[in-house]
């Protein structure tokens, strides 16, 4: 049987056939569960263009899974079918395999309404729809979020029906993520300090200051709620890229006369901004912190190729498929140089000011870079010649990595 973790980037659901099932919030889509007079406000999971999706099912045979995608209007249309990028299994008796797809968000699923189907055989798991378009101006304004996430303490999350194997998704740092109407205007910092009373003054033993924010999520589904609620639980729970804990529950309410919900979740930093701590004669320590995401990287290097010191040097990035544009000032030995995981595929232009085609002087490679406990391959894009001439006055010029 085949299942689809609450915790994969789109919600899939197994439907129900009336009346031999009841529905429930599992075996029917949103846009087809009634509660009464109540209104159903059609969703749409919106996802960037060109975004690159990694989907995951869990099953315990190893039979072959097709994913298909399809839009609806103005007839149903089949955009591709997928093939399993990779497979991995668990156990000796009772064995789960776990089946891996990744699926690029291009041209063909532009401003689509679109469903995926995940089919084993005679089971068939149907998604939620998702729409894909330039969300560009809504996360400039502030009204959509990314969120990214991973459970790294335990490879695999252990609730029933919910697993995710994350050892198998190297190539994205180990992570999987999706996009949400959220807005984080409130602050929710946490200050505290640990005071020694003296009899003639005090002493901070201990002090550290948490920046945090209170993420509102706008009307959405019951499922994006438990979506949420759910990756926030999580060991690496980002929100445009910052790492955040969620101190209390999720807090959903009912949106008006409908069937979608508000909620709230009080997040804060990970790490400390601030930290003041009193000696007293007790030795420091240098606390290590992993570094639990791939990478990408912008900037200028001096060989060609260049060495993974040397791209790592550069302005890091976390990964993410997306057109990358760079301010820089020539300086004199120096070639320009962009470095992203080698899943995201090629390249389609590398343009001086949004103008000039640059590619032709760039020279691809590849290498296996190191990140935390994983290897990923890299693609390196490296102009071929080393910069002869830098003008007098300096002139900031701008280059843009187009996927």
């Not at 209007?73 to 000796?92: D, F, M, N, R, V």
């Not at 979740?265 to 639990?292: H, R």
Request: with cysteine; hydrophobic share 35%; charged share 20%.
């Amino acid at each position: 049987m085949i299942s689809s973790s609450i915790l994969n980037s789109v919600t899939f659901k197994k439907l129900a056939t009336y009346p031999t099932e009841f529905p429930n919030m599992w075996n029917t889509l949103h846009a087809d569960r009634k509660h009464s007079n109540n209104l159903i406000i059609p969703y749409f999971q919106k996802f960037n263009k060109n975004h690159v999706l990694y989907l995951q099912f869990e099953s315990d045979t190893d039979a072959t899974i097709t994913l298909k995608s399809f839009y609806k209007l103005p007839i149903i249309t089949q955009i591709e079918s997928i093939s399993a990028g990779y497979t991995s299994h668990y156990g000796s008796t009772n064995m789960r395999y776990y089946t891996n797809f990744v699926v690029t968000l291009d041209s063909d699923y532009f401003d689509k309404h679109i469903y995926f189907t995940a089919i084993q055989g005679s089971d068939v798991l149907t998604s939620e729809p998702v729409l894909v378009t330039d969300l560009t101006e809504q996360i400039n304004k502030g009204t959509i979020k990314y969120i990214k996430y991973s459970n790294l303490d335990r490879i695999e999350s252990d609730l029933d029906n919910r697993f995710i194997d994350w050892s198998v998704l190297a190539n994205t740092g180990n992570y999987l993520d999706f996009y949400i109407e959220a807005m984080d205007v409130e602050v929710n910092d946490i200050d505290k300090s640990e005071v020694l009373e003296g009899s003639q003054s005090n002493t901070i033993l201990s002090a550290s200051y948490y920046t945090g924010k209170v993420l509102k999520i706008a009307a959405v589904p019951d499922y994006m709620i438990a979506k949420i609620g759910m990756v926030s639980n999580l060991d690496l729970f980002t929100v445009n890229s910052i790492q955040y804990i969620k101190k209390s529950e999720i807090d959903p309410t009912l949106f008006g006369n409908s069937t979608s919900f508000q909620a709230t979740l009080k997040l804060s930093q990970k790490n400390a901004i601030g930290i003041n701590v009193d000696n007293l004669g007790i030795i420091e320590s240098n606390p290590i912190i992993p570094d639990i995401t791939t990478k990408m990287y912008v900037g200028a290097v001096t060989n060609n190729p260049p060495y993974e010191s040397e791209v790592k040097a550069m302005t890091e990035l976390l990964a993410v498929k997306e057109d990358t544009t760079i301010q820089y000032y020539n300086e004199l030995g120096t070639r320009n140089c962009f470095a992203y995981p080698a899943s995201f595929g090629e390249l389609s232009s590398i343009l001086m000011w949004n103008v000039y085609d640059l590619m032709s002087a760039f020279e691809k490679t590849q290498a296996t870079f190191t990140f935390g406990s994983n290897s990923v391959l890299m693609n390196i894009y490296t102009f071929v010649c080393p910069i002869t001439y830098a003008p007098e006055p300096a002139t900031l010029l701008t280059l843009t990595y187009k996927f």
